[in-house]
């Protein structure tokens, strides 16, 4: 009889230190901080044909990346070592993503419609020797746990056309 009384006062006073935490709460900046990932981004060239310039073609020198929400900068990054890029992003978000190369560091502008309007001046063939101006976008990407590697496949910004005109069979034109 001792034994159900003790077993009895045992589960009693187990039951009376049980106590239910409350829920932590978080502020509203805390909340979106807490549903982030680091996304890693790995940049390659996505161009198989080469430049008629005398420059690497294929460097990539430097790269901003930037991450649109609902029309609006959310997240930028620039570095100067491009292989890999890290930014941390809002999971369960459709982004659209941009980047731009070789161009040094670019404000990008707040409202994603005025990416219409951003612009790189080359101002000789030697400003070239920082590499050639390369671009990548990709619209609606879903940040999930399968999303945290993406691939930034560069494309060349400019090009170099040349052309040769055999005026000796039109006759009466004269080429200088």
Known sequence: MKRVLYAIAATLACISCIHEFPEPEFSEQENSEQGKTK?????????????????????????????Y???????????TSPSVVVMELTMGVTYNMYAVANTGPKTPPVEESSLKSLACSITSIASLNNGLPMAW?????YIDDDSKNISIALERLVSRIGFRVDASLLNGLKVN
């Open 39 to 67: 996304v890693t981004f790995r940049v390659s060239n996505a161009f198989g044909t080469r430049s008629s310039l005398n420059v690497d073609d294929e460097a990539i020198y430097d790269i901003n990346i930037w991450a």
């Open 69 to 79: 929400r609902d029309g609006k900068l959310e997240s930028k990054a620039y570095t």
């Open 137 to 141: 976008s990709q619209d609606r990407v």
